[in-house]
């Protein structure tokens, strides 16, 4: 157990930095221009206090920008950040979107699905590094790391007591090598922290306990920036602390002391005014804001809140709206920092001392917010909401931003129903069809099931599990319902899985952990679960009795994300909503309701219960949350995260810390072939000839489609590769527990049965596709295998927003293994086009108006790309498709990701600087 913390959280002190800004070349570096404003306050600290620039252009920068000011000023070298650099900065009002600056995260955060990978990167880099003559050991973090095991358990066992043992047991048992090489990863890698499982969620681990707010390194204060390997890193942000996601290629970079190369963004002002009233919920704030946010278009933008209803949200509150900035489209949704801020860290047992020079730093280089007093930032777009007309909602069926209010449920599910394409808004359900019903036996009883019975209720997710307000709701809905003798249907596969033990401790005090029991939401773990797709089999018998009967079968989840087949690959429809209305649902049985008018059910003598019988007050609420989360609680929890569990300490790890002995047998860690071959010349890098189109894809298509996390089908590529190997369906485990081993993962890919090319033809879905040459019908990796065998190269033709959802590294690792060079689609998602480009595959876009239909692209041509001699960011390129041809624009955006291209990857830009060096 005391292995894997290297420093002591209350201070974070860093102690393998001996410098205040780590410098990738040092011999190239020069002074710091701007030690000159180096200052010192109250107890010795010291600080770049950037207000002594004595720039007029400082009062109307957005706070966020004034971040990634301090950092550019901290750590200005004149080679990796420049004194230019500050000075685009500082002219934000002129540059924003148009110039490209570096910035140096304080540290980087980790989450085990996308840190395994990283590892397992980090490990075949130090080989590399040794084949060429280097030091591997020269492969080490330069910037704190802390990677938090919390997507690995699953829903096995729900509703029991024993249900959280239980699935922590069946963890271990499934991904011990997994979390032996993550241990080993902890003495091996110096600064990197490990926090095994069963401590919660990274995102709430963060918010309760990692997040410093300002570092203290060494009595030099600075603010808390970070980048990690998950989309909702963003959570940190409703902290006041800048951070966002990335892909895991750009966090290995980030560690190894390269800047992130980024375009400086624009910053949307969102204004809040007025309060929530007694029915809505921050959740309901953020699916309102998450709808009017992607209507307006934030996408690569930063949006910083303002205004008096800020004051209005609690910590949690803002924290929930900071989450989902992944769904809304933005990079981050920034709170600064204000008293409410501080408040927070007092609760959650953070040391007086260390809010103190907090308050004094922050306040003293103007970072410190008044939400009552009137905003001096200049913002590139400015939008506001009231919080009093905040509704009950919840969003789907398919997507997160597909807002729907509480009160027009019933009919847009019936909309749904109506639609005869399978779209984000339809299940193409037979006319005659729509008014079917079936029998579901279960336990001994007969339940007639219709379209949108819910079949998984989860109380879920970091968005809402790190928020008592609502949690506590969910409480008291359940115990007033079972008050009533109203109980959730038994065939309903339900479960809480807290974001930290936290939330247990709380809910016992109030008396609500048993109520919430005998609806069937018994805590079955501290992970993520079912919002990643963990939500475990559904119970026997149920699945099968709506996809044999075509009964369109529903989930509801406390999470972020509801795409086609992420939840589970049976629930066609998937809607988020708050813990209290996830509950509430889940009693009502069915997402065909309008829950604000139609009765929920009938309690024990026969009586009507409505929604209002059993929702809390807010004064209820409130009460609760003042009497029991307290800071004891979150001290007592955190005091004892250091120990580790009996399972964790019983790991064995291999003893070589500097080089890992790789097991070929493995199925879960594998040395990948990214840096095998790699030599310390320069690929050639030359036009993109006689391409072959692999897949024709359309809009939205998200990481879940690319690269999905959950279950390995039984007929999948990826089981065939397991079962050769003695491997059954029991322990396929997820392709998510699989990202360590690159020959499961690149047969994973395009691996979800939802997936709709457009090559095999209208109405078809799952992982096949055309073998051009010959017309036979393969699955995507055989085909693709196929294509690498006869030397020919591949594209991808996708629609608008091609990468959406989670930050996945193996949803460009994959195409890449799959022999993919390019993909031409109408729009990127930010993190996704930027984990294409750490791959060395190109990212296309279509001119304004264009797309593959416009074009009359059948996705049977082949494909010439005419890249040139030189390449610039941005530049028109040429493509002949066939005997058309048509312009796109590249996006490689800057200067830097032109030279991650034309090394083949980010990672072997910045280790063929290392060996240079």
């Known amino acids: 157990a005391d292995c894997f913390l290297k420093y002591q959280s209350s201070s974070h002190t860093f102690t393998q930095q001996s410098s205040f800004c780590v410098r990738t070349h040092h011999e190239m570096s020069q002074p710091n221009p701007y030690d000159r404003v180096l200052t010192t306050i109250d107890g010795g600290y010291k600080f770049y206090d950037f207000t002594k620039l004595n720039d007029s252009r400082l009062n109307s920068l957005p706070v966020s920008i004034r971040v990634v000011l301090e950092a550019a000023v901290r750590c200005c070298d004149e080679f990796l950040v420049s004194s230019a650099d500050v000075e685009k900065i500082l002219d934000w009002a002129q540059t924003q979107g148009k110039v490209e600056i570096p910035f140096k995260p304080a540290r980087v955060l980790m989450q085990d699905f996308t840190g395994v990978p990283a590892v397992v990167d980090l490990a075949a880099m130090r080989d590399c590094v040794a084949r060429l003559g280097g030091d591997a050991k020269a492969i080490n973090p330069l910037v704190p790391v802390d990677l938090v095991i919390d997507h690995s358990v699953q829903v096995d066992a729900s509703r029991t007591a024993e249900a959280k043992d239980f699935n922590e047991a069946k963890e271990f048992e499934r991904n011990s090598e997994r979390f032996t090489f993550l241990k080993w990863g902890s003495i091996a890698f110096e600064g990197l922290q490990i926090v095994p499982p069963g401590n919660g969620i990274v995102h709430q681990v963060n918010l309760e306990y990692l997040a410093r707010v300002v570092f203290n390194q060494d009595g030099l204060l600075y603010p808390d920036t970070l980048v990690g390997t998950d989309s909702h890193t963003t959570m940190i942000n409703g902290l006041g602390c800048l951070g966002w996601g990335v892909g895991g290629i750009e ?524 017309g036979e019908q393969l699955s995507i990796y055989d085909a693709s295998a196929k294509y690498i065998a006869e030397g020919l190269p591949l594209v991808i033709l996708a629609g608008k927003e091609y990468g959406s959802g989670s930050s996945r590294d193996w949803a460009a690792k994959g195409p890449y293994m799959l022999g993919v060079k390019a993909v031409i689609a109408e729009s990127f998602e930010r993190i996704h086009r930027s984990n294409l480009v750490g791959m060395g595959i190109i990212p296309l876009c279509y001119k304004a108006g264009e797309n593959a239909a416009s074009l009359g692209l059948k996705g049977n041509e082949t494909f010439d790309i005419i890249l040139g001699d030189s390449l610039a960011p941005g530049q028109d390129v040429t493509v002949k498709a066939g005997e058309k041809t048509f312009i796109v624009k590249l996006r490689l955006d800057t200067a830097a990701e032109i030279a991650y291209y034309k090394n083949g990857g980010i990672l072997h830009y910045v280790l063929r600087n290392k060996l240079k060096a």
């Open 251 to 774: 966090a290995e970079a980030a560690m190894l002391g390269q800047p992130q190369s980024m375009v400086l963004p624009e910053v949307v002002g969102f204004e809040l005014t007025g309060k929530l009233g007694t029915s809505a919920t921050a959740t309901d704030a953020v699916l309102t804001i998450t709808a009017m946010l992607r209507k307006f278009g934030v996408v690569g933008k930063f949006v910083e809140f303002y205004g008096p209803g800020v004051a209005n949200l609690s910590l949690a509150d803002r924290a929930t709206i900071s989450n989902m900035a992944p769904e809304y489209g933005a990079t981050c949704g920034f709170f600064p920092v204000d008293e409410v801020s501080l408040e927070y860290l007092v609760q959650t047992g953070r040391s007086a001392t260390q809010v103190e020079y907090i308050r004094k730093y922050l306040k003293a280089v103007g970072l410190f917010a008044d939400y009552q007093a009137a905003n001096t930032a200049k913002f590139t777009a400015n939008l506001n909401l009231d919080l009093a007309s905040v509704e009950p909602c919840i969003a789907g069926p398919k997507r997160p931003h597909d807002f729907v209010a509480v009160k027009n449920q019933k009919g847009d599910f019936t909309k749904c129903l109506n639609n005869t394409e399978s779209n984000f808004k339809g299940f193409a359900v037979a006319e005659n069809h729509r008014e079917a019903t079936a029998t579901l036996s279960y336990e001994g009883k007969q339940y007639t099931i219709h379209h949108g019975d819910i079949v998984i209720a989860a109380i879920t997710s970091c968005t809402n599990t790190s928020n008592p307000n609502v949690l506590i709701a969910a409480g008291l809905v359940a115990k007033k319902a079972a008050e009533r003798g109203l109980f959730v249907a038994p065939y309903i596969k339900t479960s809480l899985s807290p974001g930290s033990q936290a939330v247990e401790k709380y809910l016992k005090k109030c008396n609500l952990l048993e109520p919430l029991s005998k609806q069937g939401f018994a805590i079955a773990g501290y992970g993520c679960m079912t919002c990643i797709g963990n939500s475990g089999q559904l119970y026997p018998g149920v699945g099968e009795a709506f996809v044999e009967n075509k009964i369109v079968c529903s989930s509801v989840l406390s999470g972020n994300r509801n795409f086609e087949a992420r939840v589970h690959p049976d629930t066609a429809a998937n809607y988020l909503a708050s813990p209290p209305l996830v509950v509430a649902y889940a009693l009502a049985g069915t997402m065909n309701i309008d829950l604000l008018n139609d009765a929920i059910g009938k309690d024990a003598n026969g009586n009507e219960v409505f929604l209002k019988d059993i929702w809390p007050t807010s004064d209820e609420v409130s009460a609760l949350v003042k009497e029991h989360v307290t800071a004891e609680v979150f001290s007592e929890v955190y005091g004892r995260i250091k120990q580790g569990n009996a399972r964790w300490d019983s790991l064995v790890i291999p003893t070589n810390p500097n080089q890992y002995h790789w097991d070929e047998a493995s199925t879960y860690i594998h040395n990948p072939p990214f840096f095998a071959s790699m030599a310390l010349e320069l690929p050639q890098r030359s036009d993109i000839k006689g391409a072959y189109c692999l897949l024709s894809l359309g809009d939205s298509v998200t990481t879940d489609h690319i690269s999905p996390a959950g279950d390995i089908a039984k007929t999948s590529s990826a089981a065939k590769y397991l079962n050769e190997r003695g491997i059954q369906k029991a322990d396929f485990n997820t392709y998510g527990a699989r990202r360590g081993n690159d020959l499961v993962m690149a047969r994973g890919t395009f691996a979800n049965t939802r997936l709709a090319n457009r090559i095999v033809g209208p109405g078809a879905t799952g992982p096949v596709t055309i073998h051009i040459p010959t």
